[in-house]
């Protein structure tokens, strides 16, 4: 059987659509595919320390009360949360990607960021060649 392959972009910042990938990676993970995940221009800020508790929601954040009530429900129904979702898909063999070219354009240097997740650093580039073969590839 053909190896499956999943490729994301993480363009957004916000908990919920990083939450969104983190989890579709897992589930890709979970049914045989290999997983590689992009991430640039805002979605590097979940990368940096402390990033998974800074990222606001995309809609109705009302100053980090929204967030806080998300976290919240997902606590009740036994939700991961958004690290151990990470570390999971690390633990599966996922791949992450940090975009060099946001990260000088956005003053961000290696060290920003966590490096039990982060696997490489490329451009573009890179991303075009792990998606070339892909079966499935998402923006978000």
Do not use: Q
Request: glycine share 10%.
């Amino acid at each position: 059987m053909e190896d499956k392959k999943a490729t994301l972009v993480v363009h957004s910042g916000d908990f919920d659509k990083i939450m969104s990938a983190f989890i579709l990676g897992n589930g890709f993970l979970s049914m045989g595919f290999s997983v590689t995940i992009f991430f640039t221009f805002w979605g590097l800020n979940a990368l940096k320390i402390k990033g998974f508790n800074k990222a606001p929601l995309s809609r109705m954040n009302f100053f980090g009360l929204g967030r806080y009530i998300i976290k919240k429900k997902m606590k009740k129904y036994n939700v991961a949360s958004l690290n151990d979702l990470a570390v999971n898909l690390k633990k599966l063999g996922g791949k992450i990607i940090a975009c060099t070219m946001t990260m000088e354009l956005m003053g961000i240097r290696e060290e920003d960021l966590r490096t039990d997740l982060v696997d490489e650093y490329g451009t573009v580039g890179k991303y075009c060649y792990e998606s070339k073969d892909a079966d499935v590839a998402l923006f978000i």
